[in-house]
């Protein structure tokens, strides 16, 4: 048999379509169908398909997160607006324009609804105590006491505050606060880690969080102006002994000696 040539065509049209044979020595071989072997018996494989795209699985997530987004909106409003008594599937399923198969998708039983709406706000504040931070530099003394009472402070004039549907949801899901707690015990742990005097720190954070659950559940006789004064005075280092920023007493001048006698003698 004579030995191909480069006048033999690199691709020859078959009937099944066309397959590129590449060479495993110098010498070319003409295109062959899948499953047709060559001269030494070895046939060629039929060309890998790519992996498809599956677009569907994608849209179905983007729809999916975006319905779960706009029923925690949803709630928020109907909190803010109508008070925990309201918020129900039926009133989010309103408030969003989702169906209530929809939602429940989503959400199984209010207790989960409840769950989002803690996590939402807990990612919130967070945010707010980060960006307080970074503004006031960490390196200030009693940065993350500060940073602590101006937290408590925002969540009392956040619109949509998910602190009101808390205290009714203990009596059913009690552990839906273990996040909370869990946050709390480490904010602690730095508060007390940057004072000199540590009581003295966390009886202003607690004074502050008193301010904020009496106004956010409706106890408390303060105006709002009187609220926000004592927040200042909780957040002003300079009126409190033992920070670094503590008002010194001023110190009296010595009292000048009387002119000694002798010298009429």
Request: glycine fraction near 6%; aromatic fraction near 4%.
């Amino acid at each position: 048999m004579p030995f191909l040539t480069d006048r033999v065509p690199k691709h020859r049209a078959l009937r099944g379509g066309l397959v590129k044979w590449k060479p495993c020595h110098p010498l070319h071989e003409p295109t062959r169908r899948p499953g047709q072997p060559d001269r030494a018996g070895h046939c060629a494989a039929a060309p890998a398909a790519a992996p498809a795209l599956n677009i569907s699985m994608v849209d179905n997530t983007t729809r999916s997160e975006r319905s779960r987004k706009a029923a925690i909106q949803a709630a928020l409003a109907i909190l803010a607006r109508d008070g925990p008594g309201q918020l129900t599937f039926d009133a989010i399923a309103r408030e969003s324009g989702i169906s209530k198969g929809g939602l429940m998708h989503q959400f199984p039983n209010k207790g989960a609804v409840l769950k989002a709406l803690l996590e939402h706000q807990i990612e919130h504040f967070d945010r707010f105590t980060q960006g307080y931070l970074a503004a006031m530099g960490k390196d200030r003394p009693l940065a993350n006491l500060s940073a602590q009472i101006a937290t408590l402070r925002e969540s009392i004039t956040t619109p949509h505050s998910v602190a009101f549907a808390i205290l009714p949801a203990l009596v059913e899901e009690p552990e839906l606060l273990a996040i909370n707690r869990q946050m709390e015990a480490e904010a602690v742990k730095r508060i007390r880690a940057e004072a000199t005097d540590p009581d003295l720190s966390l009886l202003r954070m607690e004074a502050a969080k008193g301010l904020a659950l009496s106004a956010l559940f409706g106890l408390s006789a303060l105006s709002a102006q009187e609220r926000d004064r004592l927040f200042e005075r909780l957040l002003d280092d300079r009126q409190w002994p033992g920070s670094p920023e503590a008002k010194k007493p001023r110190t009296s001048r010595p009292a000048k000696k009387p002119a000694s006698n002798a010298q009429n003698h």
